[in-house]
């Protein structure tokens, strides 16, 4: 059964450091999404793209984070610099769902973040 | 911001027992989506239950929808110690908003 990718799968980095994060999506699923979550809360979606164009990135904190899904397969989500609040889990999902539409949303394992 | 609020935050039954938790959201929506998270792990999607649907099956689970009262319930019938794992609900107008999840644990 096709699965979301996301690497790394743990990630521990310093304050002011930059990561990165990367996701393949199920193929064929032209909608794919960055969530984040805190532990003890539900995922909160970060940013949204259809094909490779941004949909909604209301939430996405723009001074830091910048995402890119370039060809419209696979995507990175990048922090810098980190800051001690981002330390939580990214996920990474995607849905056959286009624009205006809803469908069942595939996620990825997540990848742990740990900002010391 | 997170529109859903599930109820209760944490659940402890004995295997073979029901599961029930609830999901309560303030704005109308267009459909509704139950999610499992094992630990540490992505979520799963379990069921989607559409704005003019009142009830869908799946398996062992149940869910229900009351448009009126803004809100659902998620049933898990004759558990079992794999079903342990929080449960989200997501209110769904074509963009995703989890609440904060039920952690369910089933007793061997």
């Known amino acids: 059964e096709a699965e979301v990718a996301q690497s790394p799968r743990y990630k521990i980095t310093e304050k002011s450091q930059a990561v990165a994060f990367w996701c393949d999506p199920i193929?064929?699923?032209?909608?794919l999404y960055w969530y984040r979550q805190i532990l003890g809360q539900g995922p909160e979606l970060l940013v949204q793209?259809?094909?490779?164009?941004?949909?909604?990135d209301s939430q996405l904190p723009k001074d830091r984070f910048s995402a890119e899904r370039l060809k419209g397969v696979d995507s990175t989500l990048k922090i810098q610099p980190a800051e001690l609040g981002d330390s939580a889990m990214y996920l990474c999902?995607?849905?056959?769902?286009?624009?205006?539409?809803?469908?069942?949303?595939?996620f990825g394992p997540g990848t742990r973040l740990t900002v010391l | 911001s997170q529109q859903g609020e599930e109820d209760p935050q944490a659940l402890s039954i004995q295997e073979g027992e029901n599961a029930t938790m609830n999901c309560s959201y303030k704005?109308?929506?267009?459909?509704l989506q139950w999610y499992r998270q094992n630990s540490g792990r992505g979520l799963v999607h379990l069921i989607l239950?559409?704005?003019?649907?009142r009830e869908k099956h799946s398996g062992r689970l149940r869910v229900t929808l009351d448009t009126s009262k803004k809100s659902s319930s998620l049933l898990i019938t004759a558990s079992r110690a794999a079903d342990t794992a929080s449960y989200f609900c997501?209110?769904?107008?074509?963009?995703?908003?989890f609440g904060a999840g039920t952690t369910v644990t089933v007793r061997a």
């Open positions: 239950i559409r704005s003019n649907e």
């Open positions: 193929s064929g699923h032209a909608t």
């Open positions: 997501a209110t769904d107008d074509y963009k995703l908003s």
């Open positions: 704005t109308s929506i267009n459909n």
């Open positions: 999902a995607s849905s056959l769902a286009l624009t205006g539409t809803t469908d069942t949303q595939y």
């Open positions: 793209f259809q094909d490779e164009s941004v949909v909604d």
